[in-house]
């Protein structure tokens, strides 16, 4: 399991070495969209059929809770200290509207927000909680190892799908050059401060880290977080991994109010990962288009850096803890 990621990731950037044609990036999100609906199947029967879990839940979810608002608040915290000492993003944004850059260049924001919801926004949910329904009320438990090969399955062509994207989205690393490399600590900032609010959100319940801070380290990237944490350490772990993430979102767009008044990069490190696409819509109204752009290369970083890290995170843990 620990080399799988690595695998997938490499074959899928030597895939999209050379630039794909429209219709096969067409196919490709496809097959990631199914393996989203076949994963969030498979993780809401793994939750049905685990009586454990389904008595846990309610303990489960508050300690999610806990994890998700500690996360946030730690990538904040590391984020304004960034931006006092190392990056003033004020600074950084007067300049981008000088030279006339920010997010349109790489997407049109007024588009997005008049764009339909996508549909995986609400079949994502759905498809857990009519597995939950399924797993509960008709599966047997010695079906749990049907429910591993498909969760196996499920990351082999989102670890691949992933590795594509990185491939083809090569324009957006080249920001980082006009914007300057400092830009990269506001990501390394995020990272590290959910890794310590996961870790004292785990020693203040009382968890085992693994839990808390690999699940805080998904930093919003709920599908792969959740699955790998499953297929590792089994679904109750896994369902950290997912409610966490998916709770990282929901809390970042409520408090995005709040976020902004703290600080121009506070939003920022609230989207975390999900700057890439679902939080960059909402973190850009609060920030501006400008520092909109900030939000994308983050966004895009830490999307790549997570099926990186869960694995090392993971070893790592394994090792010292």
Partial sequence: MTLMPFICLAAGLLVSIRPLPEKVLKGVDWIINIALIVLMITIGMNIGINDSVML???????????????????????????????????????????????????????????????????????????????GYAFLPQSFSTYLNYSLYGSLICLYTGVGISLGTNRKVFEYIKVLGFKVIYIAVAIFAGSLTGGMLAGILLG?????????????????????????????????????????????????????????????????????????????????????GLVALITGVILTFFVPFELPILSSLLNLFV
């Avoid at 931006?83 to 000088?98: I, N, V």
């Avoid at 998904?218 to 109750?236: K, L, N, R, W």
């Fill in 56 to 134: 846990n839940l309610p303990v489960i979810g508050l300690n999610c809770v806990v994890i998700s608002l500690s996360a946030i608040i730690g990538s904040v915290l590391l984020v304004v200290l960034v931006e006092k000492t190392l990056l003033p993003l004020s600074a950084l944004q007067e300049k981008l509207h000088e030279e006339k850059m920010d997010v349109s260049q790489e997407m049109d924001i007024s588009q997005e927000e008049e764009k339909k919801t996508s549909p995986l926004v609400w079949i994502m949910p759905v498809g857990i909680i009519a597995g939950a329904v399924i």
């Fill in 207 to 291: 968890l085992p880290l693994h839990v808390s801070m690999i699940s805080a380290g998904g930093m919003s990237y709920y599908s792969i977080t959740g699955a790998y944490m499953t297929q590792v350490y089994g679904i109750e772990t896994g369902t950290y991994g997912f409610m966490v993430n998916v709770m990282r979102e929901f809390f970042t767009v409520i408090f995005l109010p709040l976020l902004i008044k703290i600080s121009k990069g506070s939003p920022i490190a609230g989207g975390a990962a999900g700057n890439m696409d679902t939080m960059l819509v909402p973190v850009t109204k609060f920030v501006g288009p400008e520092l």
